[in-house]
Structures are given as structure tokens and as C-alpha cells.
């Protein structure tokens, strides 16, 4: 056992935030705390670290243990450069490398017993060394910040000049490069691109020691942990296995709760009613009976009825007028800051009704395509067109649609002038925000907060395009999956970027990758994309080679040709296939159909034959009848059964 939290009580003034928490972490264990926002998650974590003390309970960390934090955000004002702060990681090997350098320089010009000594002291220095990993520390460090997506130019970069998203990998960086028996984790992906997510995946499943994690990207929970440790309403439940066992276990574990509440309840009424009609009787022997049922009614253990999660958002997402086919065409789109060449020749053809997930590495150039669709910077060369009846709903991660100085209320009021008081009103409380709320300025909220009040305001702008930048950031579980959910029902066109592999998966129907200045096209979910993305790449390289070596090669930069040049026939085959399939499935229900008809046409004559006077008088003819409409029936039950698997 490295970490154990013990009967953990926290409150803040009135509201207990943390009732009587208990869980524990065995060496190497990668373990997920998770629950919506406010539930408690860091203000646990900082109980478990000592930046916080429990009003009651203990925690427990193993004889001899260390442990290591990362929070979500860095307060630290760091002096040194990258590397140098990498570099004051491994002080105590430096150390020992120095000590080494010096006793072989000592041991030139020792004889005897200065000499023996010495070398015991050599010895003892370079097995430290060794266990230490002492010869490739370096490489670790580089290993460990090329995963983190910086480069060899960032190196010498000082600390203090970077983003904050920067810092907190730089942190993250130092925390790993310490190798602390356990490593507690407040949001690490949040600011990793997918290729430095499925690095840290990688890092921590081979990870010595153990590992706590907070984090709402549930892809990532996956791939890493095997227990989840859920606070909900103050309470811990565990879980072991990863997040889809747990989420499915979850609402297993919930419907039987409610289930075995409703049962009883039912049981009670049942038993209330019984004795109310023996009372009713008057009789000696049935009041005795009533009293005897009413104390077996008071013996028994009532369950409390499960507390229902009402911090979940309500959105629904329709558009008022439906567009035309063509949705959004950009044609050969190019945008440079400076000598920064973002993308150049970039072609998006984007149709009704499509999903698509616009992918890439940190700094490639998402966001800027989307910002260049909205009209908030310029492109430098190509062309948007946005088709017949396009509205645009934008969702912007940075949020500068939203006005710092106004309150939540005046931000939908002066978007949306005709609506009343009321119906803004509830509108906000389907986002969370009720009470004085309303009142708080955009400025005084946290980020979560702002992403709320810019989904109400796009919910309630009835667009039929969404482009939305990193719309799942900030969101809790809770919210990501109704957020989905909405996505998946809304009958318009939605095109976004997002780092979350779990929302792409569950929402895109075509993902654009934003790779080495072109992008590449896959038609189907991030599974998918997962599956062909090697395979894409490589037919692209091998073409760009192709093209270099011809005096007129004619590839252009946006690369998706390639790869849809190569998945044309295969598309085409498999088009025509599931047409013919739809086609004969249509057929075969029309014919069904026309055998229903016969079938049930045929069944109401029998039943008018059989009411003839000739008929009913003739036993042998009845006989007939009877048989047919037994077999008329039997051949209807099997035909509405195969009609009703069709028709799905």
C-alpha cells in the first residue's frame, strides 16, 4: 500500500464538501478520481498533499514513500530555462557524475591505501550511478520534453516567458523526470496535444511507480487506469477497471438502487393500505392483525430514496431554418504569421448534415482556419463560401464572444433582446446559473462558467452551422456527454476542433488532419482514423516522393487528393453495394407489405363467410374455414414479426 485515505471529512462553512472518504492505492496502481465539477476532487487532492487539512480522518502515505503533484495550474515563478530546470532534476546525479570525474583524477596520483580507498569510494559512487540510470539522464530529459511537444530550440527559452498552458508542461516534465513513488495529476492533458497525450499514455502505463489521476478526457482514463475512485454528493464509491467499466457499472448500480427504492415504496403503500382496511373493519381480531403488520412496517430498514445528479446542463440544439446541401466550401486557403507558415492550399468542402472533427498537433493552424470562417483575422490567399440559407452559431474556446464587463443576464439580454426576463431566466438555470448568478460578470468567471454561458447563447442562436473551437474544454463528464448527446440529435451541420478523443469518437462522422501543412481526410469516427492513419500518411509520403521525382508534379498541399484519389474505388464499391442492399431491402418489405394486405384482406372475408346462415349450418365447411384462418394467423405473426426486422 503506498497511499490510503482514511475516513476524510472536509466542509466550508456550512456545505460538506467531503463525508467520510475511503479508498487505497497499491504500488504501480493507476487509479482515476472523477465526478462533476464542485464535487471535491481537488480540494481532496490538497488534503492528501498537506495543503489542506480534513476536518476529520487521515491519510496515510507507506513507510519511506514519496509523492509528487501537478496542479492545474502552475503558481510558481520559475527563473530558469527549460532545459535548466529539467537539468535541476538530476542535481543528484550531476553530483555524482562530478564526484566521479574528481576520484578519477584523484586515483592518478594515489598509491596504497589512499589508492585502495579510493576505489572503494569509485565504486560505491559509479553502482549509485548506474542504479540511478545515471548514463542516460540526458536522454531522458530530452525524451521527456520531446513528448511533451517542445523542441531542441525551445530549450533555452526562459520559464517566465511562457503561456501558462507552457508552464504547466514544463511542470509536468519536471514531475515526471522526479520519479515519485506516487504521481498525482490535476488535469495533465489539458494543454497536450494528441500526439503528447498518447506520449504521457505510454510514460505512465509503463510508469514504476503509482498514479492518481483528475481528468474529464475519459479516452485518456481509459487507456490508463484500472480503479476509479467516484465522489459523488461527498461520498467515495470504488470501481476496478477502467472508465467505460465504470461508467457502464455506474448506471447498472444506479437503476438498481432506484429499482429496490420503488419496490419498497410500493411494498410500504401496500402494507399502509392493508392495515388502513383492517383498522376500517372495527373488529378486535383485525386491529390485532393491523397492529401486528404496523410493527413489522416500523421494523423495517427504509432505503433512502438515490440522490439525483442536478448539476447536469439542458441543452437542446436545433436550427430554425434548414440549409441548403452545400453548407461551407474553402478553397485553397493560406495563412502565415510572418515567417510562420501555417497552411497553404487548403481545401474544406463541408455538406449538410455532416459532423466534422478538424484535428492537428498545437500550432498547426486549427483554431486560425475557424477564427479565418468567422471573419476575425484575414486569410492571405483562397476563398470561403458559405452556402444558400447558412447561419452560423460559433463556439469560441477563448470566448472573446462574450463581453468581460457585462453580467451573465445582460449577455443573453442584448444578444437576444425580444426574449422576457423570465425565459432568460430559464434558459440560464438550464445552465446552471439561478439565483443572483445571473448577476456575476463575465470577467469574475472561471472557465468552466464561460463555456456554459457561450453553449446558451449558442443554443438559443437557432444556427444550422456550429463551428466550434474546443467546445468540451472546461466541461465536466456530466456535461461532455450531454453535449453529445445534443450534437448527435441536431439535424444541422456542426464543424469544430477538439483535443478530446472520446467526444470526437462519439460525435464526428469525418475527421480533417491538419498534419505538415495539408490535411488529410478519414470518413469515419477517431476510431477510424486510428485505424487508416498510418496507412494515410504513408500513401501521401510515398506520392509526395512520386511527385518530387516528375519535372510537373501536380500534387497540391492539402494532401486530402491522395488518400481519396487511392479510397475512390473502394468508396465507389462500397457505395454501390450498400445501395443495392438498401434497394433490395425495400423490395423485400413491399412485398411483405402486399402479403399483409392479402393475408389480412383474406382473414376479414373468412370471418364475414363464416356469419352466412348457409355457412354456419355446415360444419364441415366451418371446419375448413376455421383451419384456413388458423393458418392465415399463424403466416400474419410470422410475416409482422420478419416486417418489424426489416423495418429497422
Not at 509528487?68 to 510558481?76: N, P, R
Amino acid at each position: 500500500m503506498i497511499l490510503a485515505c482514511q475516513n476524510i471529512t472536509k466542509s466550508f462553512g456550512i456545505k460538506e464538501v467531503l463525508k467520510d472518504i475511503q479508498f487505497h492505492i497499491e504500488g504501480h496502481e493507476k487509479t482515476a478520481l472523477v465526478g462533476i465539477n464542485g464535487a471535491g476532487k481537488s480540494t481532496l487532492f490538497k488534503i492528501i498533499i498537506g495543503e489542506e487539512a480534513p476536518d476529520s480522518g487521515q491519510v496515510i502515505l507507506g513507510k519511506d514513500k514519496t509523492i509528487g503533484y501537478l496542479a492545474q495550474q502552475q503558481e510558481h515563478s520559475y527563473e530558469n530555462t527549460i532545459y535548466e530546470e529539467m537539468l535541476s532534476v538530476k542535481q543528484h546525479i550531476i553530483t555524482l557524475d562530478r564526484q566521479l570525474r574528481e576520484t578519477e583524477q584523484a586515483m592518478k596520483h594515489a598509491q596504497g591505501e589512499e589508492l585502495e580507498s579510493l576505489l572503494n569510494t569509485y565504486n560505491r559512487l559509479n553502482h549509485e550511478f548506474e542504479s540511478q540510470n545515471g548514463y542516460a539522464y540526458k536522454s531522458e530529459i530530452n525524451g521527456v520534453l520531446k513528448g511533451l511537444g517542445f523542441t531542441e530550440a525551445d530549450y533555452d527559452t526562459r520559464i517566465s516567458t511562457l503561456s501558462g498552458g507552457q508552464k504547466t508542461r514544463v511542470a509536468l516534465g519536471r514531475l515526471l523526470l522526479s520519479q515519485p513513488d506516487i504521481i498525482l495529476l490535476d488535469e495533465p492533458t489539458n494543454h497536450l496535444d494528441m500526439n503528447s497525450i498518447a506520449w504521457l499514455e505510454g510514460y505512465l502505463n509503463s510508469y514504476r511507480g503509482a498514479v492518481l489521476i483528475i481528468s474529464h478526457d475519459r479516452y485518456f482514463l481509459d487507456r490508463i487506469v484500472t480503479k476509479v475512485v467516484e465522489l459523488e454528493h461527498g461520498v467515495s464509491r470504488v470501481y476496478n477497471g477502467n472508465y467505460s467499466w465504470y461508467a457502464a457499472r455506474r448506471e447498472e448500480i444506479r437503476a438498481s438502487e432506484m429499482k429496490a427504492y420503488l419496490n419498497q415504496q410500493a411494498e410500504i403503500q401496500h402494507q399502509e393500505e392493508v392495515i388502513a382496511k383492517l383498522r376500517s373493519f372495527n373488529r378486535e381480531k383485525s386491529i390485532k392483525r393491523a397492529e401486528s403488520r404496523e410493527k413489522l412496517l416500523n421494523r423495517m430498514e427504509v432505503i433512502g430514496k438515490p440522490q439525483e445528479l442536478h448539476d447536469a446542463m439542458r441543452i437542446q440544439l436545433e436550427p430554425e431554418i434548414e440549409s441548403g446541401t452545400d453548407v461551407l466550401l474553402v478553397e485553397h486557403l493560406s495563412k502565415s504569421f510572418g515567417d510562420n507558415h501555417l497552411f497553404q492550399d487548403i481545401t474544406i468542402d463541408i455538406k449538410r448534415g455532416e459532423r466534422v472533427a478538424l484535428i492537428g498537433n498545437n500550432g498547426t493552424g486549427k483554431t486560425t482556419i475557424l477564427k479565418i470562417i468567422n471573419k476575425y483575422i484575414p486569410k492571405d490567399e483562397g476563398r470561403i463560401v458559405l452556402g444558400s440559407r447558412v447561419k452560423i452559431g460559433y463556439y469560441d474556446q477563448e470566448h472573446q464572444v462574450l463581453s468581460p464587463e457585462k453580467t451573465i443576464f445582460q449577455e443573453i439580454s442584448d444578444a437576444y433582446p425580444s426574449l422576457t426576463n423570465t425565459r432568460i431566466r430559464n434558459v440560464l438555470a438550464a445552465f446552471l446559473f439561478t439565483g443572483d448568478d445571473v448577476f456575476k460578470k463575465i470577467q469574475d468567471l472561471s472557465g468552466g462558467e464561460r463555456g456554459r454561458v457561450s453553449l446558451a447563447k449558442l443554443m438559443l442562436s437557432s444556427a444550422n452551422l456550429l463551428i466550434l473551437d474546443e467546445p468540451t474544454n472546461h466541461l465536466d463528464i456530466t456535461s461532455k456527454e450531454i453535449l453529445e448527446s445534443a450534437l448527435c440529435s441536431y439535424t444541422g451541420t456542426v464543424f469544430y476542433v477538439s483535443h478530446d478523443r472520446y467526444f470526437i469518437n462519439k460525435t464526428a462522422t469525418r475527421i480533417l488532419d491538419l498534419t505538415g501543412q495539408h490535411l488529410n481526410e478519414y470518413k469515419g469516427n477517431y476510431d477510424y482514423y486510428l485505424e487508416k492513419k498510418e496507412l494515410v500518411e504513408q500513401i501521401y509520403t510515398n506520392s509526395i516522393g512520386a511527385a518530387a521525382s516528375t519535372a510537373n508534379g501536380s500534387l497540391t498541399s492539402t494532401g486530402s487528393s491522395v488518400p481519396e484519389t487511392t479510397s475512390n474505388k473502394a468508396d465507389w464499391q462500397a457505395k454501390k453495394e450498400e445501395q443495392a442492399r438498401l434497394r433490395k431491402k425495400a423490395n423485400d418489405l413491399k412485398k411483405l407489405e402486399t402479403r399483409i394486405e392479402e393475408l389480412e384482406t383474406r382473414s376479414q372475408e373468412i370471418d364475414e363467410e363464416m356469419c352466412l346462415s348457409e355457412v354456419a349450418t355446415n360444419p364441415t365447411k366451418c371446419m375448413e374455414l376455421a383451419k384456413e384462418k388458423a393458418s392465415i394467423e399463424a403466416e400474419l405473426e410470422k410475416a409482422y414479426e420478419e416486417w418489424e426486422t426489416l423495418a429497422e
